[in-house]
């Protein structure tokens, strides 16, 4: 069993991405083809405008599928674990904004996966493990120091124990917590709002927010003036002031 990625369109505009490879939903070269593929068709169907990623069963991710990838030899091995970190890229650079509902155990490359989603909520029981230390390798020691703090991310990059979630909540790992079965509808629920926002300031405060520590104040400037140039002529814009102007809600097209 090589496990499968089960994708869903909920309300037309938010894509709901399944990982389902038990236990641990790892993710082996076939479910990295299939999420491969699914991130190429959202990143170009300007109609999607929100992704939800999450795991069936106990798990969320556990990350490459390193006895599968073994299998293969060690050549295509490192091959694998390429492909495992441009599918990786591939979340973090999502043109459509992207939840994590981390739903059990995140691990090692799963817990990378769940960093390189904009927005992260998880069910009371899930377990959030830097596992790198504990199998020879190396993991999240980028992203993870800039989302909670260098020495938090140290407790958990050096020592590859597990966290519970309300560590993760008090740590803004997450943003919030929901018993197992208001997981995904709560998930939902957020894409729903994302969604339900101007497209075209959405995808623009996310490129320029994921710029921030890398930006002096004058070329954050820079670029701030350049994406608000584009946003002010905008159809949307203008149909927030006409929105507001005849108080009612507004009806946003990326336009």
Known sequence: MTGQIHQSRIDGSIVLLELDNPPMNALGPAMLRQAEAALHEIEHDTSVRALVLTGRGRAFCSGADLKA???????????????????????????????????????????????????????????????????????????????????????????????????????????????????LPAALHLARRVASRAPLSVEASKRVADRAFDLSPAEADELIAREMAVLRASHDHQEALSAFLAKREPVFGRR
Not at 83 to 101: M, Q, S, Y
Not at 156 to 176: F, P
């Open 69 to 183: 990838f073994a299998a293969d030899g060690p050549e295509q091995a490192a091959r694998d674990i390429e492909h495992f970190n441009r599918v990786l890229e591939l979340v973090a650079r999502c043109r459509a904004p992207t939840i994590a509902a981390v739903n059990g155990h995140c691990l090692g490359g799963g817990f990378e996966l769940a960093l390189c989603c904009d927005l992260r909520i998880a069910s009371t029981e899930a377990k959030f493990v830097c596992a790198g230390v504990n199998v020879g390798l190396m993991a999240s020691t980028y992203r993870l120091p800039r989302l909670i703090g260098l020495s938090r991310a140290k407790a958990m990059l050096l020592t590859g124990a597990a966290h519970d979630a309300a560590t993760a909540l008090a740590w803004g790992l997450v943003t919030e917590l929901q018993t197992p079965d208001q997981l």
